[in-house]
């Protein structure tokens, strides 16, 4: 612990030390004078600038117009005096690529015109073809012999629908609303809409009701009693009649 003359004498000399801080003709060990000192310069970094320069995702007629606008600055431009690309080999790449995109253009307007005009050409003539056929099959009056001697085809026999199939893999599904079922089942060859029906437990014979008609192979069989327990069952329609019944399916009602 310091005793309080050290303290004191500490107290003294840094009082002496501030009188002389601004004491005119003080010096360093080097002799310079301390009022003659400046501070010392900044030394934060100058921040570069980089040239911001893309022909990415550019349009063909934008890039040619930029590298015009580049060799126009760049003439006579005493900073850059020169260029890795001189200036008249790069005027001559830039009338080259105007050149070709002018030619590449022309040849896709051409290629557009060309193709319209295919277009109606193949419709008259399709049209014409149409009406020929139509006047052949009139003529030839259901005589296939006539037919084929005018180097037309025959149209096969049309051949009878058939009843559908037995709808598979019926399941049924909880829904996301009580007192409701999702039911799906396989896609079926030759059904134009499918019948489905549901019957309390336990089913019988009579006790089937038809619940929806649709064409889609799913539904959501709604408004039954949570708890209760469900029968389904699904067949495909067509034209030639109603298909077998699926095999009937049973869930809970959630």
């Not at 360093?28 to 000192?37: K, P």
């Not at 030394?43 to 063909?60: G, N, P, Q, R, W």
Request: one cysteine or more; a neutral charge.
């Amino acid at each position: 612990m310091a005793t309080a003359g050290a303290v004191a004498a500490n107290i003294e000399t840094r009082q002496d030390a501030m009188a002389n801080y601004d004491t005119p003709g003080l010096t360093y060990d080097s002799g310079a004078l301390y009022d003659d000192l400046t501070p010392l310069p900044s030394t934060t970094k100058k921040k570069m600038a980089k040239v911001k320069f893309s022909l990415k995702d550019v349009s063909d007629g934008d890039a040619i117009q930029t590298c015009s606008n580049l060799k126009t600055a760049l003439t006579g431009n005493a900073t850059f005096p020169t260029p890795p690309v001189p200036l008249a080999t790069f005027g001559t790449l830039i009338t080259t690529a105007q050149t070709a995109l002018t030619a590449s253009d022309n040849a896709l307007a051409a290629s557009k015109q060309a193709t319209a005009d295919k277009d109606a050409a193949i419709a008259a003539l399709a049209s014409a073809a149409n009406q020929i056929a139509a006047y052949v099959d009139l003529t030839a009056n259901g005589d296939e012999s006539k037919i084929l001697s005018a180097g037309l085809s025959v149209r096969a026999a049309r051949t009878p629908q058939t009843v559908p199939g037995q709808v598979l893999n019926l399941s049924l599904t909880s829904s996301d609303n009580a007192g409701a079922l999702d039911a799906h089942w396989d896609s079926l060859s030759g059904a134009k809409s499918f019948e489905v029906q549901t019957s309390p437990d336990p089913f019988t014979t009579t006790s089937w009701v038809t619940a929806d008609t649709l064409t889609n192979s799913k539904t959501t069989l709604t408004g039954y009693v949570s708890g209760s327990k469900l029968w389904v069952r699904v067949r495909g329609i067509n034209s030639a009649g109603k298909g077998a019944w699926s095999d009937p399916a049973t869930k809970i009602v959630p």
